[in-house]
């Protein structure tokens, strides 16, 4: 499984756009990138998977460069319910043997 | 359809007490998962299963065990708790179609505190 890197906390406003970055240098032909969100008291939960380029959903966007060494969660115009835990994972989603390994994530804090 | 349903949601053990956290889901998954997230921490997985009779360990196995008898449940047993296995345990599941980094539904938690 790739290591991967992100910051510890974040402090964002209401109505920004906010990206948190992820640094995965040793990721793997067939790995994917995943993003999930925690609130508190809640398990994660999906919001968006990529393998390149850009990815969209009606909840953010996934920017991955060419290299596939990074990649850079996009939450356009926050709001306060966004405060929450994001945790980037890499991992090959076609290996049944692949168990997903959580870090200590981004906490993001929306202040009004 | 309720999705992975766990419980208790709260329980507080004495040292040296046992207890079974109940795990069950209704979505047909192959694979379960369990995990614990001590405060400020990312999760770490216990044990994981990919099907009826088939478990393995994960990162931190030591002072649990569990069973898979069936698809839908999958209870993860502490038999001598310790302070250390303060925690909120999550179960997950996950279909085999869509793979462990897709479609990944947790539980709502088990806050466990041990005194």
């Known amino acids: 499984l790739a290591k991967t890197t992100q910051p510890i906390s974040m402090d964002s406003y209401e109505g920004q756009e906010v990206n948190i970055t992820c640094s995965h240098n040793?990721?793997?032909?067939?790995?994917?990138i995943t993003w999930y969100q925690q609130f508190p008291s809640q398990g994660p939960r999906f919001i968006i998977q990529g393998y390149k380029t850009k990815v969209t959903n009606e909840v953010a966007s996934l920017f991955i460069p060419a290299d596939r060494k990074s990649s850079t969660l996009s939450l356009p115009r926050v709001s306060l319910s966004d405060t929450a835990v994001y945790y980037c994972l890499v991992g090959d989603i076609g290996n049944r043997d692949d168990k997903i390994i959580f870090g200590k994530g981004t906490r993001l804090h929306i202040l009004p | 359809n309720a999705g992975v349903t766990q419980t208790p949601k709260f329980r507080i053990l004495k040292i040296g007490q046992s207890m079974t956290l109940q795990c069950t889901q209704d979505?047909?998954?192959?694979?379960m998962y369990w995990y614990r997230q001590d405060p400020g921490m990312g999760l770490k997985l216990i044990y994981y299963s990919v099907g009826a009779g088939i478990t393995d360990k994960g990162e931190v196995p030591n002072g649990y065990n569990v069973s898979r008898s069936t698809t839908e449940d999958f209870p993860l047993r502490l038999e001598l708790a310790a302070p250390s296995q303060t925690s909120v345990y999550f179960c997950?599941?996950?279909?085999?179609?869509?793979?462990?980094?897709?479609?990944?539904?947790f539980g709502s938690g088990t806050r466990l505190t041990v005194v």
């Open positions: 997950a599941s996950s279909s085999p179609g869509t793979g462990p980094f897709y479609g990944y539904t």
């Open positions: 040793n990721i793997a032909t067939n790995d994917y």
């Open positions: 979505m047909n998954h192959n694979y």
